[in-house]
């Protein structure tokens, strides 16, 4: 694998991020094709597990974009989803991973242009830390669905 | 139901650190309730010392598991052999799964948590010590509310000098607490019983508490053996 590409999973609400990466495509904006989007109905729907499959799965860094605050769909599932990326961002320098490999955003359906900002933000973050040294699963990530 | 904490991550991986074949065993029964060690604390805490053992370079083997309830060697049999495979197991149960698994398998057993109390749910993710299985309960008379639980000093005839005026305790290392003597005193005034606060407990005999030993109980008339 070439280590300069990192693979990057963002899990991302329905209604906002999700949302603002198909307006950031339908904009024609360019952004890193190193971002593996994973669609929830809620960020709220994030679960912790999610978070560390994904970096056993070998992602080098994973994203969670959520609504801003106060414009939750569900009410409070980005403050929630919040919580536990604080909660997983906490244990992984326990874990030997490196906590800037996990952020969490918050994002409306109307930010394409934002959207792509992070992607190429982090992608770019992440490229300057060096390969998730869990790379036995690699395969995972590779070619997009298994 | 019996309330428990995870272990730090730094202690657990060091339990761990001569083994590479393990079994993550959780308990579905008090500690899935008290989000310490059900099926899905077993997932999270396997996924993340996976992780950990990665990247240290020493990869571990983990099978994940959760039985009904650990306290009992019917539910834990269909995991026997299992666990007589592995090199060690860790045990997501409260201290009776850690104990039970132990009699039974000549396997090391190891806790992942740290078992605290009795408790009850207070909202989600809160959980408050209200019995203290001093066996020898006095609930009828205190309005339900236990002083022996829930007053820092276990006193039976409070409340002492160290109640505030807004009816909290002094002793507050876990945030502020009402004074259970407060609670007593206005609970009983709902049920009409304020003059059970005029009854003076003579010295509680704890024998029946952990200061007589290791506790059993029997009960003849269950017993299989004729």
Not at chain 2, 121 to 134: K, L, N
Request: net charge positive; hydrophobic share 40%.
């Amino acid at each position: 694998m070439n280590t300069n590409e990192p693979k990057i999973v963002a899990f991302c609400c329905h209604y906002c991020a999700f949302a603002a990466a198909d307006l950031a495509g339908v904009l024609r904006l360019r952004y890193p094709p190193n971002v593996h989007i994973i669609r929830l109905p809620c960020t709220g729907k994030l679960d912790a597990l999610y978070i560390l499959k994904a970096f056993e799965a070998g992602a080098d860094g994973v994203m969670v974009a959520g609504c801003l605050e106060g414009s939750c769909h569900f009410i409070s599932g980005n403050l929630r989803a919040k919580k536990r990326v604080l909660a997983v961002k906490s244990l992984l320098p326990k874990l030997g991973i490196a906590p800037e490999r996990l952020e969490f955003f918050n994002l409306s359906s109307a930010q394409g242009d934002r959207f792509a900002q992070i992607a190429r933000e982090l992608t770019e973050r992440i490229k300057n830390l060096s390969p998730n040294p869990s790379p036995q699963e690699k395969g995972a990530l590779e070619g997009g669905r298994r | 139901m019996i309330v428990a904490d995870q272990k730090p991550i730094e202690e657990i991986l060091q339990m761990l650190e001569p083994y590479k074949k393990v079994l993550f065993l959780g308990c579905q029964t008090c500690v899935a309730v008290c989000m310490a060690g059900g099926e899905k604390e077993v997932g999270l805490l396997a996924a993340a010392v996976r992780l950990a053992r990665k990247q240290q370079g020493r990869p571990i083997e983990i099978i994940e598991g959760a039985v009904k309830r650990q306290c009992d060697d019917e539910f834990n049999e269909p995991w026997a052999k299992t666990i007589e495979q592995q090199e060690a197991v860790l045990s997501l149960a409260c201290g009776v799964g850690v104990n039970k698994l132990s009699e039974r398998f000549d396997v090391p057993i190891l806790p992942a948590l740290n078992t605290k109390f009795f408790g009850e749910v207070e909202r989600q993710g809160v959980w408050a010590e209200v019995c203290a299985g001093c066996g020898n309960c006095i609930l009828h008379l205190t309005g339900g509310i236990c002083p022996i639980a829930r007053c820092a000093k276990n006193l039976l005839n409070g409340p002492c000098g160290g109640v505030r005026a807004d009816g909290t305790c002094e002793v507050a290392h876990n945030g502020p607490r009402p004074c259970a003597w407060v609670m007593i005193y206005e609970r009983l005034g709902k049920l009409n019983q304020r003059q059970n606060i005029e009854n003076i407990f003579a010295a509680k005999d704890w024998s029946s508490d952990r200061h007589g030993g290791p506790r059993k109980r029997v009960r003849e008339d269950m017993l299989l053996e004729t």
